[in-house]
């Protein structure tokens, strides 16, 4: 593709190019800044969440709102192109992205069971099945989720990919509890087994000081808050689990 705009400025490759260089980028205090992959998905469905606790919902309608349709907008429509198993790809429809789709469905959840007169139309339910199947083909044969597709290496190189991670595995216990109460009658019995596992998991990688590692952010207490959600979404307390229990006791001392 670089090849073929270079050879032709005044092509359509070229021009595409163009039109996507704001979203690269942009100008600050200090001068020019160039962003080679944002968060927008990542950071607009934990703001969604963060706005939605704060029952303001009167207060920040359109905001809510514009959040809303950003994160049905977001979500991946198609598998790869081509025989992308054949080329050890994974299926991605129904997957959102960290950035944007071009590169958290709990939050669409969380609307669904809202007025859409507030927060506009609801997401297909076809949409959120197509969500549904794609996580429930990312859980690793010991519980846990994977990030981005199913774990195929060995087991030693999993570990040094720290493919397995605490933080999306209790987020799709989080959203799969509650897609269970708004759709009980799809594919109930294998989120259960999903549900039961992924449980398991998190149980079995809990420190002994009972923290959880975060992968991704390499802190504590931001993959023992993850756990502990997902446990309690599980309906795990601090006085009917010892595992949540520990978890509290880590935070309470931290």
């Known amino acids: 593709m670089f090849a073929s705009w270079v050879e032709d400025p005044d092509g359509d490759y070229f021009k595409k190019h163009l039109a996507r260089i704001s979203d690269f980028l942009l100008i600050a205090e200090d001068g020019t800044k160039m962003q080679g992959l944002g968060s927008q998905t990542w950071d607009a469905g934990f703001a969604i969440q963060a706005l939605l606790a704060s029952n303001l919902t009167d207060e920040i309608e359109p905001v809510l709102r514009r959040g809303h349709e950003f994160i049905k907008a977001s979500q991946v429509k198609d598998d790869p192109s081509g025989d992308f198993e054949a080329m050890y790809c994974h299926i991605s429809k129904g997957s959102w992205t960290f950035s944007d789709q071009d590169h958290g469905w709990q939050c669409c959840l969380l609307f669904s069971v809202m007025s859409p007169e507030i927060f506009g139309e609801k997401m297909d339910t076809e949409q959120l099945y197509d969500a549904v199947n794609l996580l429930l083909?990312?859980?690793?044969?010991?519980?846990?989720?994977?990030?981005?597709?199913?774990?195929?290496?060995?087991?030693?190189?999993?570990?040094?990919?720290?493919?397995?991670?605490?933080?999306?595995?209790?987020?799709?216990?989080?959203?799969?509890?509650?897609?269970?109460?708004?759709?009980?009658?799809?594919?109930?019995?294998?989120?259960?087994?999903?549900?039961?596992?992924?449980?398991?998991?998190?149980?079995?990688?809990?420190?002994?000081?009972?923290?959880?590692?975060?992968?991704?952010?390499?802190?504590?207490?931001?993959?023992?808050?993850?756990?502990?959600?997902?446990?309690?979404?599980?309906?795990?307390?601090?006085?009917?689990?010892?595992?949540?229990?520990?978890?509290?006791?880590?935070?309470?001392?931290?």
């Open 137 to 254: 083909s990312l859980q690793g044969k010991n519980g846990g989720m994977t990030a981005l597709e199913p774990t195929r290496a060995p087991k030693w190189l999993e570990s040094a990919q720290h493919q397995l991670l605490t933080e999306c595995t209790a987020s799709v216990i989080d959203a799969l509890v509650l897609f269970k109460k708004l759709y009980p009658r799809h594919r109930s019995k294998e989120i259960e087994n999903l549900i039961t596992n992924a449980i398991q998991y998190l149980e079995n990688e809990q420190m002994p000081d009972g923290s959880w590692y975060g992968s991704w952010r390499v802190c504590f207490i931001y993959g023992t808050w993850f756990a502990l959600r997902g446990l309690e979404a599980a309906g795990k307390t601090y006085n009917n689990s010892p595992t949540v229990h520990k978890g509290v006791e880590f935070l309470l001392k931290s």
